[in-house]
């Protein structure tokens, strides 16, 4: 039984570059949510998406877009990169948005 | 907005010996808690949560205890091991929104 897959594993873009991370949960979850961990940090949530909508946002521009899928998986698309949008990206998927969040590996963005 | 904070950055123990990590809230309308354990290279794993309802939540060696009061959380490891050396990750979550998280601590087991 697969756990939440992220890819890429790592990435390098330039500023002002467009990037897309993807994200397919757990077999059995239906929500996925991201996260930004910028180093040294915690995770910081960006949003959420359940139904293929956007069910919650955190506090993050309008360049971060989301997106998500009838087979559950999503994607997330960070416009106009700027060297800040440097992280560790982190997926998790649960059922219904409740609590039993399983985490990907992350995919690592660095931008230059 | 630092929601959730964990306000010691590393955390070092011997092994055998009792490691607790702390947590601080603001937002009194958190209503579930949660610990994750993170090694390098690896996604946040799921550790061990608490309910605002209880004031404490025991599973086999972890253990963490609720003040409401003093909008604290703290998580018990006994005894610790080496393989508890990990950043743990505490997180608070409203009414099954997103969670929140902080900024981790670091925790080394010493053989």
């Known amino acids: 039984d697969a756990g939440v897959t992220q890819s890429p594993t790592h990435l390098i873009k330039t500023r002002g570059q467009q990037v897309t991370l993807r994200c397919s949960p757990k077999?059995?979850?239906?929500?996925v949510s991201w996260y930004q961990q910028a180093l040294g940090q915690g995770p910081q949530f960006i949003f959420q998406?359940?139904?293929?909508?956007?069910?919650q946002r955190g506090n993050f521009p309008d360049r971060f877009s989301g997106h998500q899928f009838p087979n559950y998986s999503s994607e997330l698309n960070v416009n106009a990169l700027l060297l800040g949008d440097s992280a560790l990206y982190l997926c998790a998927s649960s059922y219904r948005g409740l609590s039993g969040y399983t985490f990907g590996s992350g995919t690592r963005l660095t931008v230059v | 907005d630092q929601q959730v904070k964990q306000n010691s950055p590393s955390l070092s123990v011997q092994e055998g010996r009792i490691s607790i990590l702390n947590c601080d809230y603001t937002n009194s309308m958190f209503d579930y808690f949660l610990w994750y354990k993170k090694y390098p290279a690896e996604g946040p794993t799921f550790l061990i949560s608490?309910?605002?309802?209880?004031d404490k939540n025991e599973d086999g060696r972890f253990t963490v205890f609720l003040n409401k009061s003093a909008k604290h959380l703290s998580l018990h490891i006994v005894p610790s091991q080496p393989g508890d050396s990990a950043v743990y990750f505490c997180?608070?979550?409203?009414?099954?929104?997103?969670?929140?998280f902080g900024a981790g601590t670091r925790l080394t087991v010493k053989p």
């Open positions: 997180a608070a979550s409203e009414e099954n929104n997103d969670m929140r």
């Open positions: 998406y359940y139904e293929e909508e956007e069910r």
């Open positions: 608490i309910s605002s309802i209880k």
């Open positions: 077999s059995g979850h239906d929500t």
